[in-house]
Each structure stands twice: as C-alpha cells, then as structure tokens.
C-alpha cells in the first residue's frame, strides 16, 4: 500500500472501525450476512491489519452497493399489501 494510503487509514482507524461496528451489527440483525462479515473485517480495533484496510474498506463498500440494491429489489417486487381491516 502507498505511504499516502496507510497515512489515511492510520488517521481514520477510529472512524472505520466505528462505522464497521456499526454496519456489522445492523446487518447482522437484518440477515445481510455477507455484508455484516464484510464489516467484521474492519470492526477490530486492535488488530485493524493496516496492510489490507484499503481492500476491506472497498470490499464492505461493494457488499454494502449490493445489500442496498438487493433491499431496494425486495422493496420494488414485494407482493404483499396490506388490506383493510374490517370492524
């Protein structure tokens, strides 16, 4: 990784590992299991292998892209609607 590149993940450990947290809980709690492992990758704030951030970072960006596409999908082709309710 760049030195320009390990500077920016070393200044914005405490961020990424916020939000991985974050992430990783919600999606864990919703079923998106894919995006919540990819979010568990970075969710280490001690062990955070500054070597490979850049590619967990991107990784968790394309698993959240397609978690929003795929509950975007669900939204879109759900068949169920709600009747009324009679008294």
């Known amino acids: ?8 993940v070393m200044q914005n450990v405490d961020v990424i590992v916020a939000a991985a947290h974050q992430i990783s809980g919600a999606a864990s709690m919703a079923g998106y299991g894919a995006l919540a492992a990819a ?3 970075l969710d280490q704030p001690d062990g955070l292998d ?3 951030a850049k590619s967990h ?3 968790l960006r394309r698993e ?5 596409y795929l509950a975007q ?3 879109e082709n ?3 609607t709600v ?4 008294h």
């Open 1 to 8: 990784m760049k030195e320009l590149e390990v500077a920016w």
């Open 39 to 41: 979010a568990k990758r």
């Open 50 to 52: 500054l070597v490979f």
């Open 57 to 59: 970072v991107e990784f």
């Open 64 to 68: 959240w892209t397609a978690t929003r």
């Open 73 to 75: 999908q669900m939204v």
């Open 78 to 80: 759900s068949s169920e």
């Open 83 to 86: 009747a009324p309710v009679a």
